[in-house]
């Protein structure tokens, strides 16, 4: 049976702790279309974190998407008219970067991430440097990564992905003095012609370890469910 700790006991520096509690703060959430409500949020949600991470993250949620992020910062989420969804946890005092007209600077934190759909163009956007997509492509869409970023395929339907330091990539907060880290997730188990569900994260931490934690967290607890649309 699995157990939950708040303070682990024998555990080494850096060591995994196994299921750990972590408290859930709830994101503020803007909408492009008439809402149905709000939706239930748990107080608190389980993740496998090194014991020197314990007590220095959290989870911030607006119900159906959650990230793991610093703990003490603000989390905000806009959900387009379109259907797409944008998320972010940032330090305080950090303009939103979930709104028009506050970008993140390069090399501002944070943990962000886009939650999209491939039957329409901003979707696609956010597959098309990382996997094959079918023909005829959609006007726009860029089919290599960004000069000078570096990326892996971990499993064939996620592809992980760095912004070396200084240089602007597709990730945000990238071109700063510290590199960036995300994952990009396009299950590759149904028909290309069908509307899929993917996502997009984006670590820009000073901490590497936290980034490797948050962005592991992301893949298995985010994993689109590829229904069609």
């Not at 886009?114 to 440097?129: A, N, R, S």
């Not at 597709?170 to 510290?178: A, C, I, P, R, V």
């Not at 880290?181 to 997009?200: C, F, K, L, M, W």
């Not at 931490?205 to 985010?222: G, H, K, Q, W």
Request: aromatic letters at 6%; hydrophobic letters at 30%.
């Amino acid at each position: 049976m699995l157990a939950a700790t708040h303070q682990p006991k024998q555990a080494g520096k850096g060591s995994s702790v196994g299921a750990v509690a972590l408290p859930v703060t709830a994101c503020a959430i803007y909408y492009g279309a008439p809402s149905t409500g709000p939706e239930w949020m748990p107080t608190e949600l389980l993740a496998s974190v090194p014991s020197s991470l314990v007590g220095k993250v959290e989870f911030y949620s607006a119900g159906s998407q959650t990230l793991m992020g610093p703990r003490g910062w603000t989390c905000s989420e806009l959900q387009a008219a379109d259907g797409g969804i944008g998320m972010a946890v940032y330090p305080p005092g950090q303009a939103n970067p979930t709104i028009d007209g506050h970008p993140t600077p390069p090399g501002g934190q944070g943990v962000f991430a886009t939650f999209e759909y491939t039957g329409h163009t901003p979707g696609l956007d956010v597959v098309c440097p990382y996997f094959p997509v079918p023909a005829p492509l959609p006007i726009g869409c860029t089919t290599t990564p960004p000069v000078g970023e570096e990326t892996s395929k971990l499993t064939p339907d996620v592809v992980g992905i760095t912004d070396p330091s200084g240089r602007k990539g597709g990730l945000e907060g990238s071109g700063g003095k510290h590199s960036v880290r995300g994952v990009v997730i396009y299950p590759q188990d149904t028909p290309a012609t069908v509307s899929v569900n993917v996502t997009e994260e984006s670590c820009s931490l000073t901490s590497s370890a936290m980034c490797s934690t948050i962005l592991s967290d992301f893949v298995i607890r985010e994993f689109p469910v590829p229904t069609s649309s």
